[in-house]
Every structure is written in structure tokens, then in C-alpha cells.
Nanobody, 119 residues
Framework: QVHLVESGGGLMQAGDSLRLSCAASGRSFDSLGMGWFRQAPGKEREFVAS????????RVLDSVKGRFTISRDNDKSTSYLQMNSLKPEDTAVYYC????????????WGQGTQVTVSS
């Protein structure tokens, strides 16, 4: 079992920057792929970004490319989502997720952290 705890959400203004953190425990962190999803009010949950175990490769949702960056620190068992140039449409609950290296699904989810961006 992997336990994920997100932090860093808050109320922001358009154009602000924010960094979300996700602390993982329960498994060797460097064996886990990490990612972020988000769910806006009234919308489906959507994938935002993911990063592989050693951080050498990552994926980012097209609509946030150039603004959001995912990273990880294996020594700290923590992954990050750096969000720049925030827009009101980025308002959502952001969830940290984890999976085994060879998995294609995301079995472990954090409790979520709210990010609200005002115009």
C-alpha cells in the first residue's frame, strides 16, 4: 500500500505560480511512477502530468504544456507539480497518484488538494 499526501493548494490569482507537493510512503519511492490528475467542478477527472521512476521522462497534458512542470526528488520521496501562469480554468482539486513501474493504471491516490484561481 502506498500512502500519498498532497500539499500546497490554495487560492490564487490569474498569472500566479504555485507548487504542489506529494509525499509518498509505504513503498520504495524510486520504484513508483508518479502523476497528477485534477477534477474541476462538474467535469470529469483528467490526467495532468506523469513522471517515470528516475525522472528521465515525463508527460504533460497539452493544455498545460509550457506552464506546468512535473518533477520528483527520490531522496525526499516527493513529487512536485510546478504550476505557472495560472488561469481560472486551472481551478480544480488536484490529486497525486502513484503506480508500480510496469503498471498502466493508477491504483494509489492522495486525498486531493484544492487549487482555486480567480480572474
Amino acid at each position: 500500500q502506498v500512502h500519498l499526501v498532497e500539499s500546497g493548494g490554495g487560492l490564487m490569482q490569474a498569472g500566479d505560480s504555485l507548487r504542489l507537493s506529494c509525499a509518498a510512503s509505504g513503498r520504495s519511492f524510486d520504484s513508483l511512477g508518479m502523476g497528477w490528475f485534477r477534477q474541476a467542478p462538474g467535469k470529469e477527472r483528467e490526467f495532468v502530468a506523469s513522471i517515470i521512476t528516475d525522472g528521465a521522462n515525463y508527460r504533460v497534458l497539452d493544455s498545460v504544456k509550457g506552464r506546468f512542470t512535473i518533477s520528483r526528488d527520490n531522496d525526499k520521496s516527493t513529487s512536485y507539480l510546478q504550476m505557472n501562469s495560472l488561469k481560472p480554468e486551472d481551478t480544480a482539486v488536484y490529486y497525486c497518484v502513484a503506480r508500480e513501474k510496469i503498471s498502466i493504471t493508477w491504483p494509489w491516490w492522495g486525498q486531493g488538494t484544492q487549487v482555486t484561481v480567480s480572474s
